[in-house]
């Protein structure tokens, strides 16, 4: 079993910053790609981006490209996901999510954090 718990949202204006994070515990961090999603009301939980275990990788949704950026820090067993220019459309509940898999952390991950509510304003 992997626990994973977010952290790190919260209200911001249009054009801002915030970083969120997603504290692991349970089994070997670095055996684990790390993803982020996003999910709105009545809409299903969409892929934003993944890390691999190493972190030399790294993958992400044409919509974030270049104002989000995945990290980890395998010693302290966390991922962090840094938004810039943050838009109204990225108004959404973001999930932490881990698998060992690079393929299935794309859409099937294995593990689920329990989300933190992202509110961008304009």
């Known amino acids: 079993q992997v626990q994973l718990v977010e952290s790190g949202g919260g209200l911001v204006q249009a054009g801002g910053s915030l970083r969120l994070s997603c504290a692991a515990s349970?089994?070997?961090?670095?055996?684990?790609?790390m993803g982020w999603f996003r999910q709105t009301p009545g809409n299903e939980r969409k892929f934003v981006g993944r890390?691999?275990?190493?972190?030399?990788?790294?993958l992400y949704v044409d919509s974030v490209k270049g104002r989000f950026t995945i990290s980890r820090d395998n010693a302290e067993n966390m991922v962090y996901l840094e938004m810039s220019s943050l838009k109204p459309e990225d108004t959404a509940v973001y999930y932490c999510?881990?698998?060992?898999?690079?393929?299935?952390?794309?859409?099937?991950?294995?593990?689920w954090g329990q989300g933190t509510q992202v509110t961008v304003s304009s």
């Open positions: 890390i691999s275990g190493s972190g030399s990788s790294t």
């Open positions: 999510a881990a698998d060992t898999s690079l393929l299935r952390i794309l859409s099937r991950p294995e593990y």
């Open positions: 349970g089994r070997t961090f670095s055996n684990y790609a």
